[in-house]
Nanobody, 122 residues
Framework: QVQLVESGGGSVQAGGSLTLSCAYS????????MAWFRQGPGERQAVAAI??????HYADSVKGRFTISKDRFKGTLILQMNSLKPEDTGMYYC?????????????????WGQGTQVTVSS
């Protein structure tokens, strides 16, 4: 059974940094696409992803500020967030699916974590 557990959220002032982690286990496929989504006041939206070929994708709003990476030895997906803005506030979810492509499409992801809250104050 696949399990995803997020950590690292918190409160920070604008311009600050946070590092989110997603510990994953139980995965039996050779490769998968893993992503971070953010749920603000509106719908849940994709923030960044590492695809099955290890290519990375970012939402335009976070390009140059966020970095997604994966530590396979530790079984951890990481999102380094720098130069945070109030609009980055939201619940951040780790998600995964056993095939690549369409990284921004929420419905394609099969496994989800419980989320970790990020609050950025101005």
């Amino acid at each position: 059974q696949v399990q995803l557990v997020e950590s690292g959220g918190g409160s920070v002032q604008a311009g600050g940094s946070l590092t989110l982690s997603c510990a994953y286990s139980g995965y039996k496929y050779n490769s998968w696409c893993m992503a971070w989504f953010r749920q603000g006041p509106g719908e849940r939206q994709a923030v960044a992803a590492i695809d099955t070929d290890d290519s990375t994708h970012y939402a335009d709003s976070v390009k140059g500020r966020f970095t997604i990476s994966k530590d396979r030895f530790k079984g951890t997906l990481i999102l380094q967030m720098n130069s945070l803005k109030p609009e980055d506030t939201g619940m951040y979810y780790c998600a995964a699916k056993p095939y690549g492509g369409a990284w921004e499409t929420l419905a394609f992801y099969e496994w989800w974590g419980q989320g970790t809250q990020v609050t950025v104050s101005s």
